[in-house]
């Protein structure tokens, strides 16, 4: 059984796919162990005291985009307490840095809505769809110290639409995370995946 603790500052809708998926048995083998939110009233803590998830608020408000200092240590301190061998990244918008990737090395997953290389960083929907991409996307990918940079696990494309808009791709986009996100949780607490330099390989 693997122990996940996932970090998110908004609504939670990938954290609600994969507990539904663990909830249903859809993924065996994972649990949640802990959710920790970096803002107060995050949607996605309520949505884990619902499912009767410990759930914890940590401030991280000394920078604005990231995680790190003694805030940070808190972070590390809250997982390891809970015994967590991966974290997962759902919503969580601070750069992860050295210290938490240090604590976890190659345990930390993140979800990002784009077909990774392309568009890293914030509203990559939105950047796809003024770039005028044909295809946009979601990508589930191990955290290095870089943005949006580590190696891919998974991705799933979506069309764009000519009457497409930033919202409407995007929740096409939140499909597939859904979909994906608790795929790669199943292959994970399966130990199914393995990281060859920049490459996973599955199976
Ligand atoms: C998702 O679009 C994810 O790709 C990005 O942040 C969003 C989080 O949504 N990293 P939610 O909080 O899981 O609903």
Redesign the pocket.
């Known amino acids: 059984m693997i122990k996940i603790g996932v970090l998110?500052s908004?609504?939670?809708?990938?954290?609600a796919a994969i507990a539904e998926a663990i909830n249903s048995k859809e993924i065996i083998g994972a649990e949640i162990a802990i959710v920790i939110s970096d803002v107060k009233n995050a949607k996605?803590l309520d949505r884990a005291a619902a499912l009767g998830i410990p759930n914890k608020y940590i401030p991280a408000d000394d920078f604005k985009t990231k995680l790190d200092g003694k805030q940070e240590q808190d972070y590390i301190d809250a997982l390891q307490k809970a015994n967590v061998d991966y974290i997962i990244?759902?919503?969580f918008m601070r750069m992860i840095k050295g210290g938490i990737l240090n604590a976890f090395p190659l345990k930390i997953i993140?979800?990002?809505?784009a077909l990774l290389p392309a568009f890293p960083g914030l509203h990559s929907w939105k950047q796809a769809l003024d770039y005028g991409a044909k295809y946009a996307g979601?990508t589930v990918h191990f955290v290095d110290a870089g943005m949006d940079s580590g190696p891919i696990i998974a991705q799933s494309a979506v069309e764009v639409k000519d009457d497409d808009t930033a919202e409407t791709l995007?929740a096409r986009?939140?499909v597939q995370?859904h979909i994906i996100f608790p795929k790669v949780i199943q292959l994970i607490a399966d130990g199914k995946i393995k990281i060859e330099g920049r490459k996973v390989k599955i199976g």
């Open positions: 998110g908004g609504t939670g809708s990938n954290f996605i990244l759902a919503g993140n979800i990002h809505p979601c995007h986009i939140q995370e």
